[in-house]
């Protein structure tokens, strides 16, 4: 075990290939799950309920004839539930060679979970994934990044690769658990949509709808910020949020930029977490806080 602060997860990382940074593009295909989770009467609000809709139905097919279009092979994030409600989506994704990751079933944040509880939801996403698709995830993103202190050792023992939910760094770690390493893929809500775009009234409306300019310019940002830190420019985008066309379109000009970029290495969360677990790194545990 290193000291938390250990440099390994610092400037300089040593990506493959002679890039300085790296980047990915990953979709969390939240679609009805965290509104039905955190408020059960939007079941009944088919208004409500047509906002998420629009990930599924428009956002994924979207981003994945765009995908194609760039020969580009990425991540999707996706709930038990919208595996069970949308399973040909979900075939389709995995028979277009994208890596599937675990997001809880109903997009349940762990905060206030026990181990056991914790474990339930996440062998029912599993059971999901597997029913629907036959895929076994390798990577693990909680939903709304709430990722408690039981999480790494339960991952593990499932056999999982890979978490992307931390945030104490901006270069990929190894992370210590009771039951093996993971390797931690580190996110920001600076390179997410969500802050960025969501607007639902009454849920998430405490912010202006952005534009895409400003959006991919916040963004443009990081991967020129890495570019000097070297660390990992991680994007998390909803379809249902990121799959509205003038969104769209902004971010298909963003990774024709980031396939360009010489010095950048554009890869998918499995393919960068292969690379991570290939370094023999010095793992890094988190331990629980002792209050005074
Ligand atoms: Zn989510």
Known sequence: M???TSPAASAGFPWPGGHVAAAALSFDVDAESPLLHDDPTTAVRLGIMSHQMFGPKVGVPRILDMLARLGVRSTFFVPGYTAERYPDLVRRIVAEGHEIGHHGHLHEPLQGLDADQEAALLDRGLEALDRVAGVRPRGFRAPMGEISFHTPALLAERGFDYDSSLMDSDAPYLLDTSAG???????????DDW???NWIPGIADSRPIETPEKATGVWRAEVAGQLRYGGLVNLVN???VSGRAARMVALEELVEELIAESRLWFAPLDEIAAHVRSLDLAPVRHEPYELP
């Open 2 to 4: 290193t000291d938390p």
């Open 195 to 197: 802050e960025q775009y």
């Open 181 to 191: 390493t993971l390797v931690e893929l580190p996110f920001h809500w600076s390179t």
């Open 238 to 240: 909803h379809p249902f």
